[in-house]
């Protein structure tokens, strides 16, 4: 377990920095201007279709190529407690007013809660829709190198957000370093989230307080040495980024194609609803 690492459910920082420095696979040779504009064809597509098998083999292909990898597929389902508790809790109302065949009816006195097939299938969607942009997400940054990331983050954004950016994602760093220190502080002294949190909550509050005072001084110490080192302001990316070959063009070409043939087949097929 990683120093960052808070909980098995929480993505791990240095893990997936680690995979993404192997460089081990075929994947983390492709250019990473191939990946990232797959991730924005990705997200193009799950953002348009509302249809429950286009999701399910999209979900079934993008876990293929995360398996295929060599990333680890268990702690990717552990990391996915998290976009289904946030699944959950965002459609946990709606589900209740779609129409449709009734399935399950809770009775709470004043009125009634139904459940139809419709709601079934809207929650059901909207979860492989958060599965897919989180799998792929990870399959990208597991994949690309930090001087490779933060180069096109360089290239894409202006200047001051690309900065920002850049500072934003080491402080996480620092943040989670810190919180899972003292958590293990806690931890060693027999303490627990769920004992702590129900007995003792006024201690973990002043814990998570700590945390952002000492992460900020740190992050302000951070600042101080990046200007002892010449830093003025603005970190200027110069790392070589590798082109998208034939190949990576072709692929990028077929899943364009996919999603045009896609969207012509609404009006016969529903392809997209």
Known sequence: MSSTMISSHIPDLDLITSYAQREGTFFSRVSPWTKFTGLLLVILLITLTRNLVICGVLYLIILGLYASAGLPVKKLFAWYTLPVLFVISL????????????????????F?????????????????KALISVTYSLFFLMTTRYQHFSAMIYRIFPSPLDQIFLL???????????????????????????HSVRVQGRIFAEVFALVFIRSFDRAERVHQAMIARGYNGKYEAGTDMPKPGLSGFCVIGAFVCAIALIVLMVPNTGGLY
């Open 168 to 194: 934003a994602y080491r402080y996480l760093f620092l943040t989670l370093s810190m919180t899972g220190a003292i958590f293990k502080a806690v931890r060693s002294r027999g303490g627990g989230i769920i």
């Open 91 to 110: 459609v946990g109302i709606m589900v209740w007013t779609e129409p449709g065949t009734p399935l399950f009816s809770l009775n709470m006195g004043l």
């Open 112 to 128: 009634a809660l139904t459940l139809t097939d419709n709601g079934l299938i809207l929650i059901i969607t909207l979860l492989l």
